[in-house]
């Protein structure tokens, strides 16, 4: 029985470095090559040596697809192509190809240049990678090679997100990436049609929630901001320059509008700029209603954000500040929330998910005395706020998307262990199929029981639905028979007769002969005779035919009678059938030895 | 460049849509443009472009963007009047995916991959929805007009041929070649402004489709009976063609055509608890074959072959009835034989299951044995097998069964 396997190196049972390997049908998948925010040392790149332990990956994986442009799926990229060691096709949309490069290379100068760390990847090696990409469309299949072909689909999220659906032979795998059901104020929602893949590997970062309605969601933000505001106090909201600070930014802007308010809002600078033309020049990821208005108006320019600066912060009064990094880890939005934290006034708003590890997460958590480096503590008394904004799928979602595209097994990645397991319970109770929750490292094999496609002759396939007749009898159905010639890489179904001559083979004629004994006074033809009617009687539904030249056919089974030489009472039959009429001449032999019923005429 | 690898080993290929000026290089033609251009507003005067509001247009912006400065045309307004000009550049913009690399490359950076949003930026490129409204107020010349209809019969360009058709400082240059621009001067004559023509068409010529035939090779081709001789103009340019052979079958408006190609093979899929229960046996080196009995279904033109439903097990019943009462149900029709029974062999076979007095007589195609004590008549020959048995039905079939095999069941 041929098998899937899949083994997440990252992101199994578990949020950052996702890294997924599919094998199916002989091919190996590398699925997202991403970096944990959570971790400073070797945690945080996922553990290649599993797929080989020294030497370069590429003669063993076909193809690297990376879904989008988040740090925890593209994060260790240029690190796997060129340090690790990878030349063959990396496959992303036109979005994330065009933005990937620019967040791996303002994270590098993070990590190398203000932290200074050594082992990282250099500018070079992310331009070198990139080189290696090769961009998708959505919808489009692309052939890999002759075997492994996929396709990427809508997924929301961020600019750019794709499901990809990948497919060898009569086997499909549907990698889900990161993605959202219900559209926002700037991407439209996740779809996909019924491909009915044999696994649907999902994210489940919000397995056990069910999410409000946005619009209190929102209205609980603005009220927040607007309350901080009002009392003078400083709003700083740590978001990723691309993603859904562009959400968040629209939902102010159209608020500041209505209510007229007067205090500025910042962006910190570096990305902004950047990130409005990559909105303008990719409109066609977004959503229907900024599409159909680009045009006349461009909803990703602002009247009321302006880029920040870093003396602003000192400046007394009320603001709204968007920076980055979104977990507040390090950069600008930590250097700012340096600066607040100490007064009650303030507010930071955690607008998405925070890795473990990270400032964001620990002050969510409640943490109020943080550690700083060179000893020092920082007390933390502004007020920490968490609006989830992400757009990730929630328990309803997920439900949805197996329901939309129908799979036969179902994974889970991209979440904790003990909502996935909830949600793993929800599933298999609800689409009675199996669900696979792997940690990392460990291997789940899923057997596939595919058709298998075969080439029939269209001879004989016409031959049979005319016989067929337009509606099929269920209760007795038409077999139909014929030879598979299995050649090469080819199967071929076709009538025998044409297996005989395609293959140069005689014909092989098996007949028999047998002579029953039977007792009856009548003469020769009346004892044909009433032996056709006997048959006739015993054998409805087949061809019984009295022949004037004094024979009797049923099917293509010849019956002679003759009389005995010694005793004209004394019948002797003649059957004689070939081996395709075995089974009725078997039959008959048996029959006519018992003689005939004396009831007949 | 178009990707042509999914048309290799086409059978039929479908050709059309070649150009329709084969003896005009879109490069030269771009040239012209531009040295016509530049000089009639040297001299002074207007040039009028009569364009679709989308297409060559984009090429023709991007070449003037880059001759503008050295043609010192750095003052001269270019005026793009359409009810879309505005739709028609935004939307140029956002289909990365659909240009040349080089473009895709731009939109990485992030910028946009036409230039004529600098164009407009810079405001050397204004454009308006019609001629009523700020363009008449805010309209200078001498300057350069894109506007439509190509074919000079309706839209704006109606209203710049009146007003600028006396001078023949005045240049239209016409670039699309869907009209012919005499035809379409025709009512406006006599005519002091001067005409150019260089249609810029840049879809396949001759040259390109034979090189891209010989590449792609396909069983046949078909196209328009117009592409199998010269041009009426150039009916002496024996290039202008397609010359092929085996010849291309032509077309012609409203006729129908059967296209040349039968198919043998249609897919279907065998469910796999068929796929199981098939035993394929190796009848030629590398060759195997597998008798399939089978149920198929067609729907929605998808055929899948099931496995033969079993029939349900005979209800028990209190009266006994008398075996071989009912006639067998046939349901699948036997396989047909090949090969042929080995003498020896098949002796040494009888000897196993007992039967020890066989005579073996010979006759012209074979061999007829006399089984003695079974007084059973078997006669093998090349391709076939008779056996008389009278009277013994067990004996019989396990003769059968026995002559079985040494055979191919196909």
């Not at chain 1, 009389?563 to 019948?571: G, L, M, P, R």
């Not at chain 2, 190509?150 to 240049?171: A, I, Q, Y």
Request: hydrophobic share 35%.
């Amino acid at each position: 029985m041929p098998e899937i396997k899949v083994t997440p190196l990252g992101a199994g049972q578990d949020v950052g470095r996702s890294c997924i390997l599919v094998s199916i049908g002989g091919k190996n998948i590398m699925l997202d090559c991403g970096m944990h925010m959570g971790y400073n040392d070797d945690r945080r790149f996922p553990d290649f040596s599993y797929i080989t332990q020294n030497g370069r990956l590429t003669d063993f994986l076909d193809c690297v697809i990376i879904s989008h442009f988040h740090l925890d799926h593209c994060g260790a990229l240029p690190y796997m192509s060129e340090m690790v060691g990878y030349d063959g096709p990396i496959y992303m949309t036109h979005p994330t190809k065009a933005i990937c490069p620019i967040l791996l290379e303002d994270f590098r100068k993070i990590t190398v240049d203000k932290k200074g760390e050594t082992n990282f990847f250099t500018s070079q090696m992310i331009k070198d990678c990139m080189k290696k990409v090769i961009p998708l469309n959505l919808h489009q299949t692309v052939q890999v090679d002759d075997e492994l072909e996929i396709k990427a689909y809508y997924a929301g999220h961020v600019l750019g997100a794709a499901m990809v659906h990948i497919k060898v032979g009569s086997e499909s795998v549907v990698y889900t990436g990161d993605y959202n059901m219900t559209p926002d104020r700037h991407l439209g929602a996740a779809w996909i049609d019924k491909c009915r893949p044999d696994i649907l590997i999902s994210e489940s970062t919000y397995a056990t929630t069910i999410r409000d309605s946005k619009r209190c969601r929102e209205r609980d933000f603005l009220k927040k901001v607007h309350e901080t505001i009002e009392r003078g106090g400083k709003v700083l909201i740590p978001v990723f320059a691309l993603g859904r600070a562009q959400e968040l930014c629209i939902l102010l802007e159209t608020f500041w509008e209505r209510m007229n308010l007067k205090a500025p809002i910042y962006f910190s600078t570096g990305l902004t700029e950047k990130a409005n033309h990559y909105y303008k020049l990719f409109i066609t990821w977004t959503n229907q209603k900024i599409r159909k208005t680009f045009v006349q108006r461009n909803m990703f320019e602002f009247k009321h954000i302006k880029a920040f600066d870093r003396s602003y912060a000192d400046n007394p009064g009320p603001m709204v500040v968007f920076a980055t990094p979104g977990m507040l880890h390090a950069g600008q939005s930590l250097q700012i929330f340096k600066k607040w934290a100490g007064n009650e006034k303030n507010m930071v708003i955690m607008p998405g998910y925070c890795v473990q590890g990270t400032i964001g997460h620990k002050i969510l958590n409640g943490q109020r005395k943080l550690e700083m480096e060179g000893r020092a503590t920082l007390d933390v008394k502004l007020q920490v706020e968490y609006m989830s904004f992400s757009a990730h799928a929630d328990a309803k979602g997920i439900m949805q998307l197996i329901r939309m595209a129908e799979p036969r097994n179902m994974l889970l990645v991209h979440g904790e262990a003990v909502k996935m397991e909830f949600l793993k319970g929800k599933i298999e109770q609800e689409f009675s199929i199996d669900c696979h929750m792997p940690a990392n490292g460990e291997t789940v094999t899923v057997t596939t029981n595919p058709s298998v496609p075969v080439d029939i002759s269209l001879n004989l396939l016409k031959r049979e639905m005319a016989l067929g007749g337009p509606l099929p009898d269920p209760k007795k159905p038409r077999t139909m028979h014929g030879t598979l010639i299995m050649k090469e890489n080819s199967l071929k179904l076709v009538s025998s007769e044409q297996a005989l001559k395609e293959l140069g083979l005689n014909e092989h004629q098996l007949r028999f002969t047998c002579r029953v004994q039977l007792q009856d006074p009548h003469s020769d033809p009346d004892t044909l005779h009433r032996i056709y009617t006997h048959l006739k009687s015993v054998l409805k539904g087949y061809t019984i035919q009295h022949l004037p030249d004094g024979t009797v056919m049923v099917e293509s089974i010849v019956i002679k009678v003759s009389s005995s030489a010694e005793d004209t009472n004394t019948k002797v039959l003649l059957l004689s059938w070939s081996y395709q009429d075995e089974d009725l001449g078997s039959f008959l032999s048996t029959l006519l030895k018992k003689g005939l019923p004396s009831g007949l005429c | 460049p178009m990707d042509q690898s999914s048309l290799k080993n086409s059978d039929v290929l479908i050709l059309t849509g070649l150009t329709q000026m084969p003896t005009a290089n879109p490069d030269g033609m771009l040239g012209e443009f531009c040295s016509n251009l530049a000089m009639t507003i040297r001299a002074g005067g207007n040039v009028l472009v009569p364009c679709y509001s989308s297409g060559v247009i984009y090429d023709l912006l991007e070449c003037l963007y880059q001759f503008i400065e050295s043609a010192s045309l750095g003052t001269t307004p270019f005026y793009f009047i359409s009810p879309v000009a505005n739709s028609s550049l935004e939307f140029s913009q956002i289909f990365a995916e659909w240009l040349c690399h080089n473009k895709q490359t731009k939109v990485y950076l992030p910028e946009p991959p036409f230039p004529h949003a600098e164009l407009i930026q810079t405001n050397k490129l204004k454009h308006y929805p019609s001629i009523h409204g700020d363009f008449s107020s805010e309209f200078r010349q001498p300057c350069v007009v894109f506007t439509g209809h190509p074919s000079l019969r309706f839209g704006d360009v109606v209203h710049f041929m009146e007003l600028w058709g006396k001078s023949s400082l005045n240049t239209i240059i016409f670039t699309e070649p869907d009209f012919s621009y005499l035809d379409a001067l025709a009512p406006y004559q006599p005519l002091a402004m001067k005409c150019v023509y260089c249609p810029i068409d840049t879809r396949l010529n001759f040259h390109q489709v034979s090189k891209l035939l010989k590449e792609v090779q396909p069983v046949h081709v078909v196209c328009p009976e117009q592409y199998t001789q010269p041009p009426l103009t150039q009916s002496h340019r024996s290039d202008l063609m397609l010359e092929l052979q085996p010849p291309p079958m032509p077309y012609r408006r409203c006729s129908v055509l059967n296209l040349p190609f039968r198919r043998r093979y249609e897919r279907v899929y065998i469910l796999p608890e068929l796929a199981n229960s098939l035993v394929p046996s190796e009848i030629k080196p590398g060759i195997s074959v597998a008798t399939v009995s089978a149920v198929l279904h067609s729907k929605d033109n998808k055929h899948t072959l099931q496995s033969v439903p079993k029939p349900p097990p005979a209800p028990p019943t209190k009266k006994r009835k008398r075996v071989m009462e009912e006639p067998p149900v046939v349901l699948a029709p036997k396989p047909l034989l090949s090969g042929a029974v080995p003498l020896e062999a098949f002796l040494a076979t009888l000897q196993k299951h007992g039967i020890t007095e066989v005579k073996v007589e010979e006759t012209a195609d074979g061999h007829i044995l006399h089984l003695q004590a079974e007084d059973t008549l078997i006669q093998l020959e090349e391709d076939g097998t008779h056996i008389v048995c009278d009277n013994n039905e067990p004996l019989r079939t396990t003769l059968r069964d026995l002559v079985l095999r040494f055979l191919q069941k196909l």
